[in-house]
């Protein structure tokens, strides 16, 4: 039945605000229990009996729900779990709007840590740093290219500013070095590179190159032509060498190698005149000029070098190649020829002592001897006070006609044929240079060739001659082609090993096998003919990289067998004689010109001494048994090796090391 409408439940008391939610749910309750127990009246006592268990139900869960309020653990620890599963659901589904929640936390986070302790938050990311970046590196090179390049720039640049002279210290060392490797790994880039730079240079020597050329060709057919070419021919020089001496009506004053950067005089020459030239005096000097004139002169960017100083009819003429310069005071207009000796003389010091030129730091003595020979070189000698007058020179000219013009044309004329031979000696020999380091070069003198290069075996070399000879039997060939062994490749001589043992083993008498170590061949195993022998060691022999082929293991099937003893016992059983020393009596008997090795052996077990004693007995006991049978005590040798075969280890039975084995001695070894 409905409770009366009429009554209607109090008011529910105010908690005190210190309660909880379920404090509220509690006194919420009450005035229910109250409307229920006035709506009960009207029920029968069954129903009401069911009523009361009901409401004394609903006490008991209310007190059991306000012991739990005054625990509020009791109500919070069970729900943590499910509010843990909640979170985890809710970070699953909807990640994005998690994170866009999150990242200004964490971003608030890190900036209010940094504010307070900065020191802190650096050593706690410094770790990650190095790593990061070259994480990054790797997985994104040309965006960190991108990201670092303009800083780099700057950086540098900002660096100058601050400090110029730390940069060129740091980078100045290696930049001679890094250049020579750069002309050594790309030429090509480097001549696009230095092109606008050198083109200036390289124009004004071509000049000077043109012009000598010409000067030469107009006087080739000259009486001073046709007199010098006789000159060169009878004393065996150059005409060049020649033109040089006759060209040089100028008085050297004083030579000095000049150490570029610190003016410090390297070596000097200074003829016996009457007055000497101060060198450390004018290498400042002149250091001074030079640096003045790059720094203050020459133009922004352009790259420029001082080549001569004038003063009245003397000059001092300048040349400058890697870390030094030479300084020549002359007297006189120096001759083209001049100019070029005194370059070539610069380079080759350059080429051959560069390295000390660069390290030089004023001690003479680390100056290598051969630059003052060098230097001596430039000095021209004395010219001759003798002069021809004309009448000798009129009759000098008469016999260039008549003994010089028929000789000389022949020369010209055997010069083309000789020409002509070592073209069609170079076509011959093109063959040949696939498979050589180098060019091979004919040098043709009538009928004498004589061959220069270097080529990896005689076999090419040979050949070389051979080709030479088919063109003209009648050539002399001085062959001088130099044979250049190169170490193969381990890795490539292996293979080939295995290779060729793979081949061998086809063949049904043949069972071998190779072991490689650098330039030996150790061969096992047997063969069935002794006449297999040849071919298997010619066959490994021919392989590049090796020299030695031991065969001392390559044995004949009768050969392979082994004699074994009782413990501390040499004696040799009948059976063991029929079965293994008989045969190889057969084989010796058929075979005299071969030798035995008889190898006896003791197991690890005992002294030393004692192994050395029974293992030599083992041996002599085999040997005297093969010799009552008839053999040769000449082709016997017993030795003794106190300790296992090679090829029996450790853990294998004690009585395979007991024994005797066997190995050929051939004639040749």
């Not at 404090?23 to 009450?30: P, Y």
């Not at 209010?112 to 994480?135: H, N, W």
Request: with cysteine.
């Amino acid at each position: 039945q409905t409770p009366p409408k009429s009554q209607t439940p109090p008011k529910p008391q105010t908690p005190p605000k210190s309660q909880t939610q379920l404090s509220k749910t509690k006194i919420d309750l009450k005035p229910m229990l109250g409307e229920l127990e006035t709506a009960a009246k009207s029920l029968s006592e069954e129903e009401m009996m069911r009523l009361h268990g009901t409401i004394e139900e609903l006490e008991d869960k209310l007190a059991a729900l306000e012991d739990r309020v005054d625990e509020p653990t009791e109500v919070i620890n069970p729900l943590v779990p499910l509010m843990v599963q909640l979170l985890k659901m809710k970070v699953g589904v909807s990640q994005e709007a998690v994170m866009e929640v999150m990242i200004p936390i964490i971003d608030q986070v890190i900036q209010r840590r940094t504010q307070q302790d900065r020191g802190a938050m650096s050593a706690a990311i410094a770790d990650l740093i190095p790593e990061a970046i070259a994480k990054e590196m790797q997985n994104s090179p040309q965006e960190v290219a991108k990201a670092l390049g303009p800083e780099m720039a700057s950086a540098i640049c900002e660096q100058i500013k601050v400090d110029k002279d730390a940069i060129s210290e740091a980078l100045g060392p290696e930049m001679g070095r890094a250049i020579k490797q750069q002309i050594e790994v790309e030429k090509d880039a480097m001549v696009d590179a230095l092109y606008p730079v050198i083109g200036s240079t390289v124009s004004k020597y071509m000049v000077e190159v043109v012009s000598a050329i010409n000067e030469k060709v107009e006087k080739t057919l000259s009486p001073e032509g046709v007199i010098r070419k006789i000159r060169a021919k009878l004393q065996g020089v150059s005409e060049a060498e020649l033109i040089l001496q006759e060209s040089m009506p100028v008085t050297v004053q004083a030579i000095f190698l000049i150490h570029k950067a610190s003016g410090l005089v390297i070596s000097e020459i200074q003829p016996a005149l009457e007055q000497r030239l101060e060198s450390n005096m004018l290498a400042g000097m002149l250091t001074a000029i030079r640096s003045f004139v790059n720094d203050c002169i020459a133009q922004s960017g352009e790259v420029a070098e001082l080549n001569e100083i004038e003063y009245g009819d003397s000059r001092i003429i300048l040349e400058v190649a890697g870390y030094c310069y030479l300084a020549v005071a002359v007297k006189g207009d120096p001759p083209q020829p001049f100019i070029k000796h005194l370059r070539r003389t610069l380079g080759q010091i350059v080429q051959k002592h560069g390295r000390e030129m660069e390290e030089f730091e004023g001690d003479s003595e680390t100056v290598p001897t051969a630059i003052p020979a060098l230097l001596e070189k430039l000095i021209p000698p004395p010219p001759s006070e003798k002069k021809s007058s004309p009448t000798a020179l009129l009759s000098l000219l008469g016999a260039v006609v008549l003994l010089v013009i028929l000789p000389w044309g022949y020369f010209q004329v055997r010069g083309y044929l000789n020409q002509r031979m070592e073209t069609r000696i170079e076509d011959a020999l093109v063959d040949l240079e696939a498979s050589s380091y180098t060019e091979l070069e004919p040098i043709v003198r009538g009928k004498k060739v004589t061959l220069t290069g270097r080529v990896p075996s005689m076999e090419i070399k040979n050949n070389a001659t051979t080709m030479v000879q088919g063109i003209n039997p009648k050539l002399e060939v001085n062959n001088q082609i130099a044979v250049v062994q190169v170490p193969p490749d381990p890795a490539w001589v292996a293979t080939s090993i295995e290779l060729v043992t793979s081949l061998l083993n086809r063949e049904r008498d043949i069972d071998i096998t190779a072991a490689y170590s650098p330039g030996k061949v150790i061969l096992r195993g047997g063969v069935a003919k002794l006449e297999d022998y040849s071919t298997i060691i010619n066959a490994f022999q021919k392989l590049p990289g090796i020299d030695t082929v031991d065969r001392s293991q390559l044995l004949p099937e009768v050969l392979q067998k082994r004699l074994y003893f009782e413990e501390a016992s040499s004696r040799l059983t009948s059976q063991e004689i029929s079965s293994t020393l008989a045969p190889i009596q057969r084989f010796l008997n058929e075979h005299p010109e071969l030798r035995l090795k008889i190898i006896g052996h003791a197991d690890p077990t005992g002294q030393s001494e004692n192994n050395q004693v029974l293992s030599s007995e083992r041996a002599i006991a085999v040997r005297r048994e093969l010799e009552r049978r008839g053999i040769s005590a000449e082709r016997l040798e017993a030795i003794s090796v106190p300790e296992a075969p090679p090829d029996v280890a450790a853990e294998q039975p004690l009585k395979w090391s007991r024994c005797v084995r066997f190995e050929l001695a051939f004639s040749d070894e």
